[in-house]
């Protein structure tokens, strides 16, 4: 059995560090020790920062984005084209398309994808907030923008079975070749989707 060489409260910030998505064992007690070694330029700052972070943080109760107000600036923003809805998976997500400046739209955040295997159904996502927002009217496009992936599919599917028969435009994002990508390094699912969502130039 190893023995300690921190005390629990350092073990403590290692093991919730740890859980950060990207961060194994090893990379936050590499992160710890950095936080520790710049106290008060990093650790008592970022300390200050999650303390305010969950005092203020919300779910936006319109699209499912976080933010400090709710509804979230997006939501309230008047710039915005609210008759349009890019559907994303996560808030993540929102954030990638936010950071490429393609549109200036709303969103709608589901909080995952369907997938029975592990117990998410749509009573579980974001879904019927989606259907309600549709059904009040003034949505004439919903963008699909889940990614490409089994669980994605299914998801679309599903939305999309869903909005069929209301007065909405319902369209997905292009898979396909990126920007710069060479064939010889693209997987066949992503060539096979580029030859069929070929157009005309």
């Not at 300690?4 to 990207?22: C, H, S, W």
């Not at 396909?176 to 060539?191: N, S």
Request: aromatic share 2%; glycine share 10%.
């Amino acid at each position: 059995m190893a023995k300690r060489v921190t005390g629990p409260e350092i073990e403590k910030l290692i093991q919730l560090l740890a859980k950060v998505p990207g961060l194994g064992p090893r990379s936050a007690r590499r992160a710890a020790l950095h936080l520790i070694k710049k106290k008060d330029q990093l650790l008592g700052p970022l300390g200050h920062a999650m303390g305010e972070a969950y005092d203020k943080v919300k779910i936006c109760s319109c699209c499912g984005n976080v933010d400090t107000i709710d509804p979230c600036t997006v939501c309230t923003d008047d710039r915005r084209d609210q008759s349009m809805i890019i559907v994303v998976e996560d808030v993540s997500d929102l954030w990638a398309l936010e950071r490429a400046g393609a549109m200036n739209a709303a969103y709608h955040v589901l909080g995952g994808t369907l997938s029975p295997l592990d117990g998410v159904g749509p009573d579980d996502l974001n879904i019927k907030g989606l259907i309600e927002r549709v059904a009040k009217g003034g949505v004439r496009e919903v963008i699909i923008a889940v990614n490409a992936t089994v669980e994605g599919q299914t998801t679309a599917h599903y939305i999309t079975d869903h909005l069929v028969g209301m007065d909405v435009k319902i369209t997905r994002l292009a898979h396909g070749v990126p920007v710069g990508g060479e064939l010889d390094y693209l997987d066949e699912g992503t060539l096979s989707a580029a030859l069929r969502a070929r157009t005309v130039i």
